[in-house]
Nanobody, 122 residues
């Protein structure tokens, strides 16, 4: 089994910064892509940022230039540096990882963290 644990959320004022972390642990052979999604109240979950195993990144238009995703492959950790936060960034942020696990054969599975709340006041 694989677990993803997020940390770093909280309450900040508009214009401030937060850094989210997500650590993957368990029966991991290797991790493919990792991503941060977010879900605001009453809205669907949306992709905020994505990073491949090789470090290629892409971002939602709404966070480009303000958020930076990075990863540490040794620590099985993905980060989301969020700068110039806006009230509309308020959401639960979820970590996602595509993980190779060893079952009868090598398999690729999708895992989610439990979410961390980010609240930005105006």
């Amino acid at each position: 089994q694989v677990q993803l644990v997020e940390s770093g959320g909280g309450l900040v004022q508009a214009g401030e910064s937060l850094r989210l972390s997500c650590v993957a642990s368990g029966s991991i052979v290797s991790i493919n892509a990792m991503a941060w999604y977010r879900q605001a109240p009453g809205k669907q979950r949306e992709l905020a940022a994505h990073i491949t195993s090789g470090g290629n990144t892409n971002y939602a238009d709404s966070v480009k230039g303000r958020f930076t995703i990075s990863r540490d492959n040794v620590k099985n950790t993905v980060y989301l540096q969020m700068n110039s936060l806006k009230p509309e960034d308020t959401a639960v942020y979820y970590c996602n990882a595509n993980v190779f696990v060893a079952r009868v054969r090598l398999e690729l599975h999708d895992y989610w963290g439990q979410g961390t709340q980010v609240t930005v006041s105006s």
